[in-house]
């Protein structure tokens, strides 16, 4: 099986910076996109931002600026730099990754626990 186990989250004052990791685990044959999900309390989960296996991102307009996001092919990780944060930032941040087992046709989604990151004012 495989396992998305992120990492890095906590509390941080309005204007300070977090990194977040997520590392891929398990018996997969190659991961497609992985990208970084949040929840804030009483909302929906949302695209915070997403990486290609050859580097293209995008981001939610919300963290244009201040997040990057980048990863690392040779060890199934994804990285979340987050600078410049803001109370609206607080939110469980999910790992996401499409990953192709062995012998499949089609990737599959797989998600992280989350991580928790509050934004003190």
């Known amino acids: 099986q495989v396992q998305l186990v992120e990492s890095g989250g906590g509390l941080v004052q309005a204007g300070g910076s977090l990194r977040l990791s997520c590392a891929a685990s398990?018996?997969?044959?190659?991961?497609?996109?992985m990208g970084w999900y949040r929840q804030a309390p009483g909302k929906q989960r949302e695209l915070v931002a997403i990486?290609?296996?050859?580097?293209?991102?995008n981001y939610a307009d919300s963290v244009k600026g201040r997040f990057t996001i980048s990863r690392d092919n040779a060890k199934n990780t994804v990285a979340l730099q987050m600078n410049s944060l803001k109370p609206e930032d607080t939110a469980v941040y999910y790992c996401?990754?499409?990953?192709?087992?062995?012998?499949?046709?089609?990737?599959?989604?797989?998600w992280g626990k989350g991580t928790l990151v509050t934004v003190s004012s």
């Open positions: 990486i290609s296996s050859g580097g293209s991102t």
């Open positions: 996401n990754a499409d990953i192709m087992l062995p012998g499949s046709n089609y990737g599959m989604d797989w």
């Open positions: 398990g018996n997969i044959f190659s991961i497609n996109t």
